[in-house]
């Protein structure tokens, strides 16, 4: 029995205990993954507790994550990179192991469930902030030829690219920049829902073969919506993205790497408003 939990604020609507549950059941395991919605004063006294119950691990999403890598003993690579850590191992020897399955899920969901090859294409990334972190070492390794963030506060854009400047190259232009240049992929990793209010409206996206947002509370978010409307021929909520990330925190905990062909098709019956949406 492998005891696990997902720890945010909000939380409550996670699909993430039901993402493990299909999981499992592909290799008939008995689990048992619950919500956490804690207060940030209580994240560490949390997770101690939820350690001593004989736990595997945990994941972690937002307010948590930065506050994550502060608590973990040991990090993955990409974790370190990021400094943000998405989930938690409890190991044998008492130690927290953090990894951040968060940008490699991103890039899984594009290249195999998309059919989209990051190679060569240029891609840009609203928002500068802890969603946004986790997923630059994954995507600069996925060889694209550029990579732009853009972000309402310039200067963040800015000090992640000067962070990550050993991992690779990364451009930064304004919001009133971004309709002079052109991109193949366009991300949109911002926390606001209506972002897209303070983009001009003469924003031509024809020419954009993919459209993403990390978002996936409804099948098409208020960004895709306007996407379309610019003429975006191609759009993806983040669904995908959750189930892969989620699919390598769980071979994480059980040594196991489920198919998540079956949980992304599932998804459409169980819970319609999320399923994908894909214009062509
Ligand atoms: P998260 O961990 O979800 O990324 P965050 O670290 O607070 O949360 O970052 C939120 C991101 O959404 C930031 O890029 C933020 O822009 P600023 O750096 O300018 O704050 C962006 N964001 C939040 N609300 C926004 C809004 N109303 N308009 C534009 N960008 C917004």
Known sequence: MYK?????????????????????KQFALEIEYSTLEINK????????????????????????????????????ERARIAKAVNTFLFKKNGAIFGDNTDGIGLVKDLQQNLSYTLENKNILILGAGGA??????????ASPKSITLSN????????????????????????????????DLIIEGTSAMNFFEQLTDIFDLSAVSMVYDLKYQSLATPFLDWAK????????????????????AFQLWTGKYPDTRPVLRLIKENFPPLSRVTFL
Not at 229 to 248: D, F, R, W
Request: aromatic share 8%.
């Open 4 to 24: 696990m939990c997902v720890i945010g604020n909000p939380i409550k609507q996670s699909k993430s205990p039901w993402i493990h549950q299909q999981f499992a």
């Open 229 to 248: 409307k610019q003429g975006a021929q191609v759009v993806s909520n983040g669904i995908g993205m959750l189930i892969e990330q989620a699919a390598y």
């Open 132 to 141: 946004v972190r986790g997923l630059l070492y994954p995507l600069l390794q």
């Open 152 to 183: 309402r506060t310039l200067n963040k854009a800015i000090e992640l690219a000067v962070e990550f400047k050993e991992q690779g190259s990364l451009q930064v232009c304004s919001l009133q920049e971004i309709n002079k240049k052109q991109f």
């Open 41 to 76: 004063a209580d994240f560490k006294k949390t997770i101690n507790e939820f350690k001593n119950q004989q736990a595997i691990g945990l994941n972690i999403t937002v307010p948590f994550k930065e506050e994550a890598f502060l608590l973990a003993d040991e990090v993955s």
